[in-house]
C-alpha cells in the first residue's frame, strides 16, 4: 500500500490544520489506518487511529481536539486527521500509517509546525 501525506505547515497556537492521506487502495479494506506523528528528540507516538468497523482511538493529549475520519463512497481512498486548538506542543513530523494482513505501511511525514 502507497500513502501520500499533505497538508502540513506552519499554523499559530489555536489554530487549526487538516491533514490528508491518500492510499493507494480504499482504505475501507484494510484493518486499521492511522497517524503518528514525532517531535525532535521524541519517539514515534500514535496519536490517532481508526479500525475497519470505525473505532477510533486517540491519544491523551489530542483527545477533543483532534478528529481522524475516512473519506466518502467518492474518497474512499483518504483519510485525515482534523487537528484544532493546535498547540506548540503538537509541532512534529506527521506521518499517516495503514496495517493490512500483519503489514505496517508509512507515507512520508508532512511537518506541522505550531508557532507565533
Known amino acids: 500500500v502507497q500513502l501520500q501525506a499533505s497538508g502540513g505547515g506552519l499554523v499559530q497556537p489555536g489554530g487549526s490544520l487538516r491533514l490528508s492521506c491518500a492510499a493507494s487502495?480504499?482504505?475501507?479494506?484494510?484493518?486499521?489506518v492511522g497517524w503518528y506523528r514525532q517531535a525532535p528528540g521524541k519517539q514515534r507516538e500514535l496519536v490517532a487511529s481508526?479500525?475497519?468497523?470505525?473505532?477510533?482511538?486517540?491519544v491523551d493529549s489530542v483527545k477533543d481536539r483532534f478528529t481522524i475520519s475516512r473519506g466518502s463512497a467518492s474518497t474512499k481512498n483518504m483519510f485525515y486527521l482534523q487537528m484544532n486548538s493546535l498547540k506548540a506542543e503538537d509541532t512534529a513530523v506527521y506521518y499517516c500509517?495503514?496495517?493490512?494482513?500483519?503489514?505496517?505501511?508509512w507515507g512520508q511525514g508532512t511537518l506541522v509546525t505550531v508557532s507565533s
Open positions: 487502495k480504499s482504505v475501507f479494506s484494510l484493518d486499521a
Open positions: 481508526i479500525t475497519s468497523g470505525g473505532s477510533t482511538n486517540y
Open positions: 500509517h495503514v496495517h493490512l494482513v500483519g503489514l505496517d505501511f
